[in-house]
């Protein structure tokens, strides 16, 4: 199966639902945007936060053939556990958000059990 999206697609899905939420998109790996900074390990396609919570978010883009990568695993792994270092919302995890295909957003949380890494409640699944 090929992917019909593409991952600048769905970077800009992500970029787009942040901000039908109402978040400041800070950092994005799409043109226009000044590139994510690294979290851990790697850098996030997206960046945004809540100003009025303080709330961070991550979003990760990912085509149902990168779900298997080490890549993804390290990801999943990193993100979720990221703690907000100061401001109102000092000491809660960071809201992650993973963007795939609407055809494979249902594997995420069988990835998740698969590799062993545990599932958080900030963590959301877009369909895009």
Same mark, same amino acid.
């Given at each position: 199966?090929? #992917? ?8 800009? *899905? ?6 039908? +939420? *109402?978040?400041?998109?800070? $950092? &994005? @790996? ?12 790697? &850098?996030? #396609? ?9 709330? &961070? ?18 990801q $999943?792994? #990193? ?6 270092? @100061? *401001? ?5 995890? +960071?809201? $992650? ?21 545990p599932?958080?409640? @900030?963590?959301?699944?877009? *369909?895009?």
């Open positions: 199966m090929t #992917d019909k999206h593409s991952h600048d697609s769905l970077v800009k *899905g992500l970029i787009d639902y942040f901000q039908k +939420m *109402g978040l400041e998109i800070r $950092f &994005a @790996n799409y043109k226009g945007y000044s590139k994510p900074i690294v979290i851990k390990r790697h &850098a996030p #396609d997206v960046l945004a936060i809540d100003k009025e919570a303080g709330l &961070a978010y991550i979003g990760e883009a990912k085509l149902c053939s990168e779900l298997y990568d080490q890549i993804t695993k390290e $999943f792994e #990193d993100y979720p556990k990221r703690i907000i270092k @100061n *401001g109102r919302s000092a000491g809660k995890l +960071m809201q $992650f958000y993973i963007g795939v295909p609407q055809e494979c957003h249902t594997k995420i949380k069988d990835i998740f059990k698969e590799s062993e890494i599932w958080k409640d @900030n963590i959301q699944v877009l *369909g895009l």
